[in-house]
């Protein structure tokens, strides 16, 4: 009922970043695109087989040092059901060995629609008299524009099997502010949804003060990144932006606390693509997503006061 | 690049319903669920096979006097990948028997995941050199609380491809007020939504005048809904809270224009369900759907003017 699974993990791995797990199987390396397609031709099932091959050599090359994985659920949905097949296969590899994982799926709906995903994404199924897990990701992100019927039937699962979520207030994108900038009476929108993501977390436990309900605060807003840290004590942070969408260390500083806790910042394209950026052979990839893992790591832990 | 599919379905039917399939395997005729766990067990492969056997009865049921099926994505994802095989095959049964597909999944990300999203639940998804058909569906539910950045994709899919979208504008549920009903300077958040629907619609041509984004209004707010239609003349209404939810056929009325045109009215639970509330024997589930889909169809078409 609080994220302190995920914080004891990133304190374990002195790393408050995650590894944002995107593939968009065009921009994978070659070698693993054409294996598969020599194997079952140019199909889904060829697909599954590349999300699979990449998925599990970046979870290899990072799962010692990096504490949590992001798999985004549309690059997964738009390959059919294979590719979600694909995505249960990477959630569960990456459980056993160890990471905390959260599902980026931006789910928002009314209430006995968000008891389903809650049920999907994070708790168990009842078929018959026993209970099945369908995905069993340890948090999910949620769009709660429906308002707190979106978030109840999820903060019961929360409680009941120790997961979290993360609900967006300000994201990293340029057009971001047209509706979450909005000024009512002195508090935008995505304060708002701040407050509320302290009002639905109250009398939660948890050792290090912050709940169950975590917020998604982008990387690109520097300032309200930052304001938001102070304006929401109990409300744990899921930073996108950094890297490939132009957020750096100095960005996400403020999204810390004193202790250097209280956020965790995501970098998908360039730890997946990061042998581009360093100009090594495609067959390099995994262990240069370990090499610019360990530089985010290092770059962010020395801008804060994470021991 | 217009919603003039789907509304020459609503006038060859004579029909502006929708039948929401949600299926809960917990609902469903118990002889459905009995007979898929005599030959799968308690299985994801077993509630695969319910989902396939109830929404195929329902369809074989509907076809030919309902225009159009939303089925709601969380009911197939709490079954994992077997439940999303599920919806393929819901969708690509209704699309083989003429119907419009409204895939209900309120999808929203920054620009390139939404990329994805249109991709895979619209239009198609390219594997070495081919394009693949993901989901397939006619329109897509959208949560824009991201901004424009999550339209841009799916416009250009929707214009390319003869698609539509319908964005979250004043949902159905009890506390969609606490962000939606937020006024800003003499204009609410969910008309600043629905005022956002009608500038991403621009320019597009339709026989009917109406664009490719349409918007989400519900029939619980008759009031709000009769405003939005004389406010968003270029913009189709996907009316869901109808049945099970509370609205009833007065309530709707007002999201039709002068020629009964202009929205389609969703019910899931009432039509899915209809055996319970008429009290016939659960083998007749798919006849009592049928007769309460055309109980209401002649309900709303009694108070609107579609010819």
Known sequence: MSFDRLIKKIIETKNPSVAGLDPDIMQIPAFIRESAIREYGETFEAAEQMLIVFNTALIDALYDIVPAIKPQAAFYEMYGWHGVRALKYTIDYAKSLGMFVITDAKRGDIGSTMDAYAKGHLGTTKIGRSEHTAFGADA?????????????????????????????????????????????????????MGDLCETWGEGTDSEYG??????????????????????????????????????????????????????????????????????????????????????????????????
């Open 140 to 192: 999910l992100t949620v769009n709660a524009y429906l308002g707190s019927d979106a978030i109840a039937p999820l903060s019961e699962i929360c409680k009941a099997q120790d997961k979290g979520v993360f609900v967006l207030c300000k994201t990293s994108n340029k057009s971001s502010g047209e509706l979450q900038d909005i000024d009512v009476s002195g508090r935008t929108i995505y304060e708002t």
């Open 210 to 307: 912050y709940s169950h309900i975590g917020a998604v605060v982008g990387a690109t807003y520097p300032q309200q990144l930052s304001d938001m840290r102070k304006r929401l004590p109990h409300t744990f942070f899921l930073v996108p932006g950094y890297g490939a969408q132009g957020g750096g260390a100095a960005d996400v500083a403020g999204g810390f606390d004193e202790n250097g806790l209280g956020a965790i910042v995501n970098s998908s394209r360039g730890i997946m693509y990061a042998y581009k950026k360093q100009g090594r052979p495609e067959e390099e990839f995994a262990q240069a997503a370990r090499a610019e893992a360990i530089r985010m790591r290092d770059e962010i832990t020395s801008m804060i006061g994470l021991k």
